[in-house]
Nanobody, 117 residues
Framework: QVHLVESGGGLVQAGGSLRLSCAAS????????MGWYRQAPGKQRELVAR???????NYAESVKGRFTISRDNAKNTIYLQMNSLKPEDTAVYYC???????????WGQGTQVTVSS
């Protein structure tokens, strides 16, 4: 299993920035995909961005150009730099890990991001 610990959420005004971090520990496969998902009240959890261990990225259309996902493989940590935040970005953000064969997935406990208008 893989244990994920997120940090960096908080309250910010619209137009502001936040940086989320997610540190992974445990039985980590060198080839993997890690990502950020979010869930707003009354809505389904949705993909925000994900990144492979090789550095390939993909983003939800709603965050392209504003959010940047990155990773430090030596630290088994991913980051989400969120700029130009909007009230509709308000949600609990969850970190996700999957090994290369998607044989299982792990989730972090979530971190709240609140953007005020």
């Amino acid at each position: 299993q893989v244990h994920l610990v997120e940090s960096g959420g908080g309250l910010v005004q619209a137009g502001g920035s936040l940086r989320l971090s997610c540190a992974a520990s445990g039985n980590i496969f060198s080839i993997n995909i890690m990502g950020w998902y979010r869930q707003a009240p009354g809505k389904q959890r949705e993909l925000v961005a994900r990144i492979t261990s090789g550095g390939s990225r993909n983003y939800a259309e709603s965050v392209k150009g504003r959010f940047t996902i990155s990773r430090d493989n030596a630290k088994n940590t991913i980051y989400l730099q969120m700029n130009s935040l909007k009230p509709e970005d308000t949600a609990v953000y969850y970190c996700n890990y999957q090994p290369w064969d998607a044989s299982f997935e792990s989730w972090g406990q979530g971190t709240q991001v609140t953007v005020s208008s």
